[in-house]
């Protein structure tokens, strides 16, 4: 039995606090200020920069008598990306089970940016699912089916939140958990999840006609009780995904080029000229699609130069070899 059971809808799973602390959830996070829901109601919180790690929403505090910040409770999972300032990684949502990548119909669905998602979570120890939005405006073009192959048997939700297609069926596969809904403005993510709420709580905004896209009207995240159980992070419409992950994570977003791998000549080949790759020949022969390989490259690519600027000292001397390397190249054109 729970000593908190206000917070149980919340996703509360009675983790071990110090004595006298309360469980305090994060909702909402305005620079120093949090929003949090306690076992008492909503308050707002200061935050401390001596935290470490620093709180995001959806993180869970042990908060004392006073409101004051303990600690930030163990994660299980944690949503990030790469900061746009290239300083590391930046959070996004933190205890999320489900990301939920939200597609607008109304504009071409980039395989590039799923694959990027995908990686997304699984780096985050979430579960990844696509979800298409605006249904009702090229329903015939969707094929979920084709997406369900393509993307190694993902769940692909077709909704349409002014129609209320697909958001009961929607709603049940998120009760009990916490989900983030990830996509760019536009893509529907605030009129969706005031879909799956019953009521308009997330700020919506219109897209333009000439292009699909959107302003960004969710300047914050924010998480909200669903009606049915769980919780839904809304977030702010991301113009490029950046990666913050490691290897194992880009693998499993397109995990078939490891099983054609395994049949490769060489345990460590590059899967470029080497003879006897079993991907390339996956390639040929139309088993592996190209251009998933291709995506795979190109992240494996950023990934491990996301690694590379992590790493002050290594990148210092990887920037004065290639550098001069660079200057070199250019000495000899001019000559």
């Known amino acids: 039995m729970s000593l908190f059971p206000s917070?149980?809808?919340?996703?509360?799973?009675?983790?071990?606090?110090?004595?006298?602390?309360?469980?305090?959830?994060?909702?909402?996070?305005?620079?120093a200020r949090l929003t949090v829901i306690t076992p008492d109601g909503q308050r707002t919180?200061?935050?401390?920069?001596?935290?470490?790690?620093?709180?995001?929403?959806?993180?869970?505090?042990?908060?004392?008598?006073?409101?004051?910040?303990?600690?930030?409770?163990?994660?299980?999972?944690?949503?990030?990306?790469?900061?746009?300032?290239?300083?590391?990684?930046?959070?996004?949502?933190?205890n999320v089970d489900l990301v939920l990548i939200t597609c607008g119909i109304d504009r071409p669905i980039k395989p590039g940016r799923i694959h990027r998602s995908i990686a997304q979570a699984r780096d985050a120890g979430a579960e990844?699912?696509?979800?298409?939005?605006?249904?009702?405006?090229?329903?015939?073009?969707?094929?979920?089916?084709?997406?369900?192959?393509?993307?190694?048997?993902?769940?692909?939700?077709?909704?349409?939140?002014?129609?209320?297609?697909?958001?009961?069926?929607?709603?049940?596969?998120?009760?009990?958990?916490?989900?983030?809904?990830?996509?760019?403005?536009?893509?529907?993510?605030?009129?969706?999840?005031?879909?799956?709420?019953?009521?308009?709580?997330?700020?919506?905004?219109?897209?333009?006609?000439?292009?699909?896209?959107?302003?960004?009207?969710?300047?914050?995240?924010?998480?909200?009780?669903?009606?049915?159980?769980?919780?839904?992070?809304?977030?702010?419409?991301?113009?490029?995904v950046g990666l913050f992950a490691d290897a194992a994570a880009i693998d499993a977003s397109v995990s078939e080029i490891q099983d054609f791998a395994l049949g490769c000549r060489f345990h460590d080949c590059g899967h470029g000229s080497e003879p006897g790759c079993a991907v390339r020949e996956a390639i040929e022969s139309g088993e592996l699609d190209a251009e998933r390989f291709e995506t795979w490259l190109h992240l494996q690519k950023e990934v491990a130069n996301a690694a590379l600027r992590a790493d002050p000292r290594a990148w210092h001397q990887y920037a004065r070899q290639y550098g001069r390397t660079a200057k070199e190249g250019k000495a000899r054109k001019r000559r």
């Open 128 to 240: 990844p699912l696509i979800v298409l939005t605006k249904a009702t405006l090229e329903a015939a073009r969707v094929d979920a089916r084709a997406l369900e192959r393509q993307h190694s048997g993902l769940e692909v939700f077709v909704t349409s939140a002014l129609e209320g297609v697909g958001i009961d069926e929607l709603g049940a596969r998120l009760a009990g958990l916490t989900a983030v809904l990830l996509g760019e403005s536009g893509a529907g993510k605030s009129t969706l999840a005031n879909a799956l709420l019953g009521a308009d709580r997330a700020a919506t905004g219109d897209v333009r006609d000439g292009d699909a896209k959107g302003r960004h009207t969710t300047t914050s995240r924010q998480l909200y009780l669903l009606p049915g159980g769980g919780v839904i992070i809304d977030t702010p419409g991301i113009r490029s």
């Open 45 to 94: 919180l200061a935050n401390s920069p001596q935290l470490e790690p620093q709180p995001t929403v959806g993180d869970w505090l042990a908060i004392d008598r006073d409101d004051r910040i303990i600690e930030v409770l163990e994660r299980h999972s944690l949503l990030r990306r790469r900061a746009a300032d290239d300083s590391g990684a930046q959070a996004l949502a933190a």
């Open 7 to 31: 917070l149980l809808p919340y996703g509360w799973k009675n983790s071990p606090l110090s004595v006298g602390a309360t469980p305090a959830r994060v909702i909402r996070h305005d620079g």
